[in-house]
């Protein structure tokens, strides 16, 4: 099934949480001078225009990104600064999506690799991504993909994993590759996003993990919403293994001012570490 775009939700205040965070970890990953490798197991289109008619179809992105600013949040801004360099320092009329963010922190020894199965943002991600040399494109199965990549041969790596949940076997399979591929490399970082449409699914993923024995795991989570089964996604979250020491004094102090910009109705967050040393 390949129905899902992301288009129409770019850019939302799901995003905006997924990158706020990734940018966190790429911006310390590459303070190190040793090479990185990046691996995107679902990259989407890269960049999306917010004029475009999949994006406003919803206009999600006015609940989230269109309510953040520099002057509201001086902490975001290498994130928020990123999101006007997409939109050439205009008004608000693009949201770059995470391969567009990673390349930003890509130097010349690094290398990144992004999976989209969608022929159409498969196409658009190309194109974007062609001139790059540190950079390759494969339209096929992300999860499958991520494995062959690990170890990395430069021995560092951050993985991020977010596919659509469009089919319901999504959640098992996030969890059954993210446990394998840290046994193939217990050193990577690792970010897993997940929606929150039903909790009792959330819940079972964080048991998984938990039984899995993989340390150093932590979990940041924004609810716009109270949980309901009712109206969609509600909430959205992180789950981070092996994070930088800096990323859960951050989120400790970012999630609640978050919070009060993009709460819809009884909204709340969870900051939580999940597993220690």
Not at 125 to 140: A, G, H, I, T, Y
Request: net charge neutral; aromatic share 10%; hydrophobic share 35%.
């Amino acid at each position: 099934m390949l129905s899902y775009r992301h288009g129409f939700h770019a850019g939302n205040f799901a995003d905006v949480l997924k990158h706020i965070v990734l940018v966190e970890l790429l911006d310390y990953l590459t303070r190190k001078d040793k090479p990185l490798e990046y691996i995107d197991s679902h990259a989407g289109a890269g960049l999306y225009r917010l004029t475009s008619a999949q994006a406003n179809k919803t206009a999600e992105y006015e609940g989230g990104i269109a309510r953040l600013s520099e002057e509201a949040f001086p902490e975001l801004s290498q994130y928020l600064s990123l999101v006007r360099e997409a939109c050439g320092g205009s008004r608000l009329s693009h949201y770059p999506g995470s391969p567009w963010l990673a390349r930003h922190y890509l130097r010349s020894t690094d290398r990144a690799w992004l999976y989209e199965a969608h022929p159409a943002d498969f196409a658009t991600l190309e194109q974007l991504m062609e001139r790059d040399n540190r950079v390759r494109c494969q339209q096929s199965d992300g999860l499958k993909g991520l494995l062959s990549h690990l170890p990395p041969t430069s021995k560092r790596g951050l993985v991020l994993i977010d596919p659509s949940y469009e089919v319901k076997s999504d959640y098992q399979q996030v969890v059954d590759h993210l446990i394998k591929a840290h046994r193939k490399f217990p050193a990577g970082v690792y970010a897993l996003w997940y929606p929150v449409v039903d909790r009792q699914r959330i819940d079972r993923m964080e048991q998984q993990l938990l039984k899995s024995g993989i340390r150093r795991m932590q979990l940041f989570e924004l609810a716009v919403q109270a949980d309901s089964r009712e109206h969609g996604m509600t909430a959205s979250g992180m789950i981070v293994i092996n994070p930088p020491w800096t990323l859960f004094e951050s989120m400790q102090q970012l999630l609640p001012k978050l919070l009060g910009k993009l709460d819809q109705q009884d909204g709340f967050y969870r900051c939580e570490q999940l597993a220690g040393e």
